[in-house]
Nanobody
Framework: QVRLVESGGGLVQAGGSLRLSCAAS????????MGWFRQAPGKERAFVAA????????NYADAVKGRFTISRDNAKNTVYLQMNSLKPEDTAVYYC?????????????????WGQGTQVTVSS
């Protein structure tokens, strides 16, 4: 059974940092792009960041560019999202996802495995 399990969410004050992790099991995703999405209450799921299979190419939503960093460790089958300078508008449930192919993609349609999500709450 393929599983993606996120961890590292929590409550943090504005300006603070969190590091999310997403551990995959059941198969290796070293040949797949990986991504992070988020969904705030009453809003649609939105792209946050993505990384290609080798970690040599990344893409970020404009809202997080310069503050968030996506990385991966294929030996551990794990992807990370380092979030710095957090803002209240970053509050959401964060989901990791495994892409259908190796290249960076930004639309949910191009991801076929999803985690259950981890809550990130940023207080002002």
């Amino acid at each position: 059974q393929v599983r993606l399990v996120e961890s590292g969410g929590g409550l943090v004050q504005a300006g603070g940092s969190l590091r999310l992790s997403c551990a995959a099991s059941g198969r290796t995703f070293s040949s797949n792009a990986m991504g992070w999405f988020r969904q705030a209450p009453g809003k649609e799921r939105a792209f946050v960041a993505a990384i290609n299979w080798s970690g040599t190419s990344t893409n970020y939503a404009d809202a997080v560019k310069g503050r968030f960093t996506i990385s991966r460790d294929n030996a551990k089958n794990t992807v990370y999202l380092q979030m710095n300078s957090l803002k209240p508008e970053d509050t959401a449930v964060y989901y990791c996802a495994a892409g259908k192919a190796a290249a960076v993609v930004t639309t949910p349609y191009n991801y076929d495995y999803w985690g259950q999500g981890t809550q990130v709450t940023v207080s002002s």
